[in-house]
């Protein structure tokens, strides 16, 4: 699969991000062994693949757990109590957000998703979600 996406992308200009990306959509990260697949086909150094990868924080370089609750910490969220939010979702969790080690819930930072008004907002599993506490997010996962 990997050399597949990599032969997509790897004539086109600036093709190795959208093709981490298309890899990681389809195995849900970019596993180890990848950095070499696209190093070789891009015609590039591992630390260049390593250097984009550890640059854009959307990439995960290991399995994600069955859940990922993404909630935005930007300014006007942060307003109307994100950040309690996130502190309740830690102490629930067991996990602090950006912790690629978490093996129940993903929790993950997200600047903003466009839904300033209704903030806090979070998205579960992809599910949108506005004004947004612990409790409800945490149901939505099924966790608890
Ligand atoms: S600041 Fe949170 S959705 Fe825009």
Known sequence: MLCEVVAAWA????????????????LGYVPAEA????ADGFNISRAEVHGVLSFYHDFRTTPP????IRLCRAEACQAVGAESVARALEAACGTTFG??????????TVYCFGNCAVGPTAEVNGRLVAQADAERLLSLAEVN
């Open 99 to 108: 912790a690629e080690d978490a093996s129940v819930v993903a929790l993950e």
């Open 11 to 26: 004539d086109r200009p600036g093709g190795l991000l959208p093709a981490l990306r298309e890899a990681q959509l389809q």
């Open 35 to 38: 950095v070499q697949v696209f």
């Open 65 to 68: 757990p069955p859940t990922t």
